[in-house]
């Protein structure tokens, strides 16, 4: 009833794109949180099929997930509890990141040959050592490996995209790190900074290896730039079965609140699919006090026409008006998908939901079925 579709295809050649454009680095597919909503094994299979030579998720039990399913390229999972325990990820031969001086000692306390990648913090004031730290945490760092209790392979950090300048600047203080990571005799042999738009943009923050998420899913991490420009396809379609068709009169209210009301007789359509499948409310169509929609609802697409929610969209369902249109229980409605197959993508959600595309993508919920295309 509910249907995500994934095009692995569109995977694949998203990362032979995105591969040429910033070679000699290496790929580091990221396929955290179900691989951005499109299924984290999948993604991660497609990814390897492609030539992927790494994976990136956040916690180590989704890496612990990809080594179950067969998966042995290298992994990095990066954000990590003060109390983690970092024992099976080293069985399983997962790089961990480490942020703090306490995450250190826990990865060289696991009785195995931990290794790890430093993440430091270049100005984006999250996760990542201080500078003023990282000099007590590179020598430690380098004593364990000394102790040959921790390889350190990598040294990491993220940009802010904040602009050009910002993002150089954050090149600049990663290149200090790297020479004071030297100086204390550490020698990670991937040091990286960019993830999908510091890779396409700032050719300086390629390094060793880029971390490309949002690109290889087929979406644009720019406002000024769609996928097609990118030469990026949009591997996820959403769409549901009509499951009701009605005709009303003029001047039916629709959905909670009424905050839509019918302008002609006309006909209703009936989208099983609410923000309780991570169709954003914020997408509704909300009337004003004189009737006009203050904001329209986000695009639909039926049987290759263009429509919009109307009224409010609730937790299971919501409303599309489609006039005199012929549309038929068992008819789909397609949220978003390829905009160049004419039908509206993730940007129109985001815009008119007032996020981005990466927001859309990751909340689609465990009641949608992803059907992969092979
Ligand atoms: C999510 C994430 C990425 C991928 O970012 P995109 O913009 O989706 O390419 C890269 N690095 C880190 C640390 C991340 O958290």
Known sequence: ?????????AIRSNIATLRSAVSPA?????????????????????AVDAGTDWLGVVDLAEGLALREAGITIPILAWLHGEDADFTAAVAANIDVGVSSLGQLE?????????????KVDTGLSRNGVEERESAALFERAAAHERAGRVRVRGLWSHLANAGEAEDLEQVRRFTL?????????????LRHLAATAGALRVPAS????????VGVYGLSPFEDASSAELGLRPAMELSAEIISVKRVPAGVGVSYGYAYRTSAETTLALVPLGYADGIPRHASSVAGKTGAADRPGAPVS???RAYRVCGRVAMDQF???VGDDQVRVGDRAILFGDPTTGVPSADDWADAADTINYEIVTRIGPRVTRVFVP
């Open 1 to 9: 009833m509910r249907e995500a579709r994934i095009d692995l295809g």
């Open 26 to 46: 290496a790929l580091m597919v990221v396929v955290k949180a179900e691989g951005y909503g499109h299924g984290a094994i999948e993604a991660a299979k497609a």
């Open 106 to 118: 826990r990865a060289a306390a696991t009785g195995g040959l931990a290794q790890i990648q430093i």
């Open 177 to 189: 790190f790297v020479a004071a990571a030297r100086d204390a005799g550490l020698t990670p042999e």
């Open 206 to 213: 390629r390094f060793d290896l880029v971390r490309i998420g």
């Open 302 to 304: 039926i049987n290759g």
């Open 319 to 321: 409303v599309v008006d």
